[in-house]
């Protein structure tokens, strides 16, 4: 089965620093999808990446995809308070979503 | 922007009870999904619908789980007999059709003692 998994689990940085979040799964996808949680809320779609993509930006975000390493990076420039959250990386080769576990970012201001 | 809405954002039913968990999608999606986070887990996909039907469910979806598009709006997850273990956060998500992303709920919390 398909399974995402993020590192580092947990990430600590100052305001203004970047923040760089990678995921490897196993398995074919079609996309690719970012997503953020804050604490005890729903997930936030961030950005999709489709297989045939190789780079995609989105405001202060920056997702890679190598299919051939099986693995995505998601970067965040110039972090915030508010980025502070939980990511998780999500594949799909059906329909259905299949999170890794997810990166823990605090961001001190 | 629009947003899928959930009810209740908390559920708390004794073990054996039936419990309906209910999602409005976004209004012109087509695809409607739920999900599960037991705490401190991943996010575990249960279930997805489309025009009226089960597309596919995962194996946690057993006989005591089902789904209902009862009207034009509402979305539901029904647990016939709940046990200890069906404690989470439930997510409801849709999207439309085409790629496009799922865009989920902020979910209902179901506690079961």
């Known amino acids: 089965s398909q399974q995402g998994e993020e590192d580092p689990q947990a990430l600590s940085i100052q305001e203004g620093e970047n923040a760089t979040m990678n995921c490897s799964y196993k398995?074919?996808?079609?996309?690719l999808q970012w997503y953020r949680q804050n604490s005890g809320r729903g997930l936030v779609h961030l950005i999709l990446?489709?297989?045939?993509?190789r780079e995609k930006h989105s405001g202060r975000l920056r997702v890679t995809l190598d299919t051939s390493k099986k693995s995505s990076s998601l970067l965040i420039t110039a972090s915030r308070a508010a980025d502070t959250a939980s990511y998780f990386c999500?594949?799909?080769?059906?329909?259905?979503?299949?999170f890794g576990t997810g990166t823990r970012l605090q961001v001190f201001p | 922007e629009p947003e899928v809405t959930q009810t209740p954002s908390h559920q708390v039913t004794q073990m054996g009870q039936e419990v309906i968990l209910r999602c409005v999608p976004i209004?012109?999606?087509?695809?409607f999904y739920w999900y599960r986070q037991i705490l401190g887990q991943k996010v575990e996909f249960l279930v997805s619908f489309y025009n009226n039907e089960i597309s596919e469910k995962s194996e946690i979806f057993d006989d005591q789980f089902s789904v209902e598009r009862p009207d034009g709006s509402n979305f539901t997850l029904k647990i016939r007999s709940t046990k200890l273990e069906d404690s989470a956060m439930y997510f409801c998500?849709?999207?439309?059709?085409?790629?496009?992303?799922?865009?989920f709920g902020d979910g209902t919390r179901l506690s079961i003692l």
């Open positions: 398995t074919s996808i079609n996309n």
């Open positions: 999500a594949t799909d080769y059906t329909d259905k979503l299949i």
């Open positions: 209004s012109n999606h087509l695809y």
């Open positions: 998500a849709s999207r439309g059709y085409g790629n496009q992303p799922q865009h």
């Open positions: 990446i489709r297989s045939n993509e």
